[in-house]
């Protein structure tokens, strides 16, 4: 069974900066697609950005620019860089393993964005 620990949320001021990661274990991880997802309270769970096993990286329209997801397959490890936070960036964000329709989650680390 695949099982994902995402890590490194927490509360950060408007324009700041974090970089939560997301450990993979019980997978062949460099042939997985992996992706950050993340639902605000009173919202559905939305897509932020997938990285594919060959590094193409695809971004919801909102973050384009601010988060950058990157992945380290030595370290069965994926990251999310966001920058330039925005109070609307508060959420639970989730970590998603896919392949080919098989798809995992992690339970989540909670980002607030405010002063």
């Known amino acids: 069974q695949v099982q994902l620990v995402e890590s490194g949320g927490g509360l950060v001021q408007p324009g700041g900066s974090l970089r939560p990661s997301c450990a993979a274990s019980?997978?062949?991880?460099?042939?997985?697609?992996m992706g950050w997802y993340r639902q605000a309270p009173g919202k559905q769970r939305e897509l932020v950005a997938t990285?594919?096993?060959?590094?193409?990286?695809n971004y919801a329209d909102p973050v384009k620019g601010r988060f950058t997801i990157s992945r380290d397959n030595a370290k069965n490890t994926v990251y999310l860089q966001m920058s330039s936070l925005e109070p609307e960036d508060t959420a639970v964000y989730y970590c998603?393993?896919?392949?080919?329709?098989?798809?995992?989650w992690g339970q989540g680390t909670q980002v607030t964005v405010s002063s």
């Open positions: 019980r997978i062949i991880f460099r042939i997985y697609t």
């Open positions: 990285i594919t096993s060959s590094g193409s990286t």
């Open positions: 998603n393993s896919d392949l080919r329709g098989y798809v995992s």
